[in-house]
């Protein structure tokens, strides 16, 4: 499977951004799929994840409220509504599918990873 974000962009603190990932070749439903992002001179951080049917998400402490991970099966697509936007958001953010039906927080549990589609955010 290979893995396309897209979505990123310039924005001003306060506004928002809709990130996509799309997935081709061998897709499956079956794992949980996870957005990171890793910001300059940061270590990559979980940001969003959600299960493999969309039952169950998560969220980083720091984007709770703000920020919504969905996943569209029809079309082998995860998304990340990103609202109420601030300067700490700026990053480059991943997409990534788990290795499991779960989406956990630790990147070593992801088996492939998207390419990244940079977000800045000026305040």
């Known amino acids: 499977v290979q893995l396309q974000a897209s979505g990123g962009g310039l924005v001003q603190a306060g506004g928002s951004l809709r990130l996509s990932c799309a997935a081709s070749?061998?897709?499956?439903?079956?794992?949980?799929m996870a957005w990171f992002r890793q910001a300059p001179g940061k270590e990559r951080a979980f940001v969003a994840g959600?299960?493999?049917?969309?039952?169950?998400?998560s969220y980083a402490d720091s984007v709770k409220g703000r920020f919504t991970i969905a996943r569209e099966y029809a079309a082998s697509t995860m998304y990340l509504q990103m609202n109420t936007l601030r300067p700490e958001d700026t990053a480059v953010y991943y997409c990534?599918?788990?290795?499991?039906?779960?989406?956990?927080?630790?990147?070593?549990?992801?088996?492939?990873w998207g390419q990244g589609t940079l977000v800045t955010v000026s305040s």
């Open positions: 959600i299960s493999w049917n969309g039952r169950y998400t």
């Open positions: 990534a599918v788990a290795r499991q039906a779960v989406a956990g927080t630790d990147a070593a549990g992801y088996k492939t």
């Open positions: 070749g061998r897709t499956s439903s079956n794992n949980g």
